[in-house]
């Protein structure tokens, strides 16, 4: 079974840079897309970004696309999110999982990491 960590959230000012990571156990990334999904206070579950299992195809909201870049290391079962020129509005709890497709539909989605929380404020 697909377990899912995240990390590497935390405080940064607006404009600042962070990189997520999701780090992967109990199966290999190889046979998984993996998705980034964030949710605010008062707010729905959005899809920020996806990558394919090989990593050749990638996707990304529209309110991110240019400021954030999806990766993933399969050797080392990782996946990640960098974070440039963030905004006040990208404060959520990020969370990664995967599924056999990439989608922004969370119930495409069948294992989810725990969150990680993005506090973007000066």
């Known amino acids: 079974q697909l377990r899912l960590v995240e990390s590497g959230g935390g405080l940064v000012r607006p404009g600042g840079s962070l990189r997520l990571s999701c780090a992967a156990s109990?199966?290999?990334?190889?046979?998984?897309?993996i998705g980034w999904f964030r949710q605010a206070p008062g707010k729905e579950r959005e899809g920020v970004s996806c990558?394919?299992?090989?990593?050749?195809?990638?996707k990304y909201a529209d309110s991110v696309q240019g400021r954030f870049t999806i990766s993933r290391d399969n050797a080392d079962n990782v996946v990640y999110l960098q974070m440039n020129s963030l905004k006040p509005e990208d404060a959520a709890v990020y969370y990664c999982?995967?599924?056999?497709?990439?989608?922004?539909?969370?119930?495409?989605?069948?294992?989810w990491g725990q969150g990680t929380q993005v506090f973007v404020s000066s």
């Open positions: 990558i394919s299992k090989t990593g050749g195809s990638t």
């Open positions: 999982a995967g599924a056999p497709q990439c989608s922004f539909w969370p119930y495409d989605f069948g294992s």
């Open positions: 109990g199966l290999d990334l190889d046979y998984t897309a």
